[in-house]
């Protein structure tokens, strides 16, 4: 008892010392001379939405936290546990994210209307005036509705038990929905705010799986469950990520500012050294150098407390405004973080350039991951086909010249370099991406040998069989969103929207690259799906998509206005005429467009070729082991078909005779 009450008043003493810290930011905020257009500034807006920060936060990282409990810390309940109904850890931990979930839904509502006053400058009762002017005008409130509504879902979702693909599922899910705020937030404003949000993106996402580890971990009840080691050493790689990208982004929030003499840099500061005593407690019990099981989890414990206090510094700083909001910008530099560059030429766009920090490191870990498991199969003396390590190379080869070239940075500010990008990403590299069959080569290389925690093996699998995702990779539903895709997009004012904001465009790259894959999956893809189908129907998927794009091709070359109020804005010197430009983002739409069905139909052919040789060699095979007893029947069959066929004409004789003897009868 003495020790339950010790725990959480400590838990308590550590909320209060973050609601102090974001306290003493929005203080800050409040007292220093308002900025132009924050004249109506309200301190006490500013001071609740700052503790609006630290509790939604905190549900939201509370929530990851046990569905990482439930999913990845806790073994699988067996089938006689569910049989007999027993309460399994993995199972109390999904029961427990629910009230978690409508905590987050509740504090994410709340925070998005105080957000809308404070981040504009105004008293909160403005923003309860006309909620939609307000909520439909700043960046930062949207993302905060958006993350309401997906806490809404994931209370819904775990509300009643789900299968483990599912649970796993709901969890990138939470996981993905801790990027919204951040990318809309300090780092989308200034130049080079495209290279800072990617990084914020990676270090977001690390750093979330690092704090919802420990506090998994910090509330398993058996010290000794090799859940807590496990735990610890998601939290210190996760720590070590995003200590280093948190360094990256402090140079681009701080604009050349000393971090000592700027309140915004004594917070990152406090923030970063919150990170570094938990990167201290995480790795020594993820080491387990001399550590038992009371002192791991004790460790982990105070390193629960001490990521809620970073939590409070996280709120501080989305109160306080960074040196780099202050720094004129151009209008080029407001909407892509970079200057027009100059006129290209085709050898100019193909010289390395401005990269997509993103989508580079993605193609790079795919390969590198590819590459290692290829080599891990060789050492083993499995086989795995060279041919399909070439492919895959070659699609990411193409995905990282694209990201690395001066042509993204082109495709940032002309329709027509944006085109041929798009098909690249959409119709080129995934086609040979595909060829690779990582999900196979996954299957053959992960582990898949019983241990008392799940392995990737089982969770790949798992994922695969998940309802949702079997239903959105079905053939249809990956045949119509990849087709309505381009006519949503791009005949919509949603493109014009999405260019002028780096993550929304860095979200439109992904959704084509992902889609592509899946597309070109169902028809030529290496990795078996859950509902296979059959050759011909695959051909007759790809096909069937052709004409769609060539009446998008016909639509883009033959009308005009396309993103029309970005590109003007922009205002690039070099395109006299938006109108052509969109014409010949028309004519590289229709010429790349074709390029895949080459690829389609050279895989399908081979498939087809390999399929005949794998059947000839297993009916081979099965002969010499039977003495070819199939190809005997199949003799005895005919033999017995021709002695029917022989014996037939005296049967027809005796019944042509019937008839005269019954008529002599008569």
Sequence with gaps: MHQQARVTAATIGSIMVAFLVAVAGAAVTSLSPPIPGYLEADPATVIISGLLYVAAGCAALLTLSRLIRAVWLTPRPTRDELA????????????RTAPAAVLWCATSALTAIFNAGAAQGFPVAYVIADPFTFLST????????????????????????????????????????????????????????????????????????????????????DTSSPGVVRGARMAAVGLLVAIGLRIAVAVFEMAGVGVWTHPYGIAMLGQLGTWLILLA???????????????????????????????????????????????????AENYLGFEIPPAPTFITALTPGRPNLLLGTTALAAIVVYALAFARLRRRGDHWPWHRLVCWCAGWLLVLAVSGSSAWALSSVAFSWHMGIH?????????????????????????????????LRSALLAVMEAPLVVRLTSPLVVWLIFVASFYVLYFSPLFGAAMRYHWAHQAMTFHFLIMGCLFYGTGIGVDRPVRDIPAVARLALVFAAMPFHAFFSIGVLSGTGIGEQFYRALDVSWI???????????QVTWALGEMPMLIVVIALLAQWFAHDRRTA???????????????????????????????????????????AREENHD
């Excluded at 007999?84 to 029961?95: C, K, L, N, V």
């Excluded at 404003?189 to 977001?204: L, N, P, R, Y």
């Excluded at 052509?580 to 028309?586: C, F, K, V």
């Design 617 to 659: 060699r297993r009916a081979d095979r099965q002969a010499d082991r039977d003495g070819d007893s199939e190809l005997a029947a199949y003799n005895e069959l005919l033999a017995e078909l021709a002695r029917r066929d022989r014996a037939a004409p005296g049967r027809q004789a005796a019944s042509d005779r019937q008839p």
């Design 423 to 455: 098909m690249v990403l959409s119709m080129l590299a995934p086609p040979l991406i595909v060829l690779g069959g990582v999900i196979t080569l996954a299957l053959r290389v992960l582990s898949a040998s019983p241990q008392a925690l799940p392995r």
């Design 576 to 586: 006299a005429d938006l109108g052509q430009d969109q014409q010949l983002g028309g």
């Design 281 to 331: 407690l995480t790795g020594t019990v993820a080491l387990q150098r001399g550590l038992g099981p009371r002192l791991g989890a004790l460790r982990l414990r105070v390193g629960a407390w001490v990521a809620v206090v970073s939590v409070g510094f996280w709120a501080a700083l989305l109160n306080l405004v960074p040196p780099r909001f202050l720094e004129p910008q151009t209008i």
């Design 84 to 95: 007999e109904g027993s309460r399994s850890a993995s199972g109390y931990a999904w029961r």
């Design 138 to 221: 700043v960046q930062t409130a949207q993302a905060w509705t958006l993350t309401a509504l997906v806490a809404a879902v994931v209370a819904i979702v775990t509300l009643t038990p789900r299968r483990w693909g599912t649970q796993i599922v709901t969890t990138v899910l939470v996981l993905a929905a801790q990027l919204p705020v951040v990318v809309t937030a300090q780092v989308s404003v200034g130049v080079g705010h495209d290279f800072a949000t990617d990084a914020a993106i990676i270090m977001t996402l690390a750093l979330a799986v690092a704090v919802a580890a420990i506090w998994g971990a910090a509330g398993l009840e």
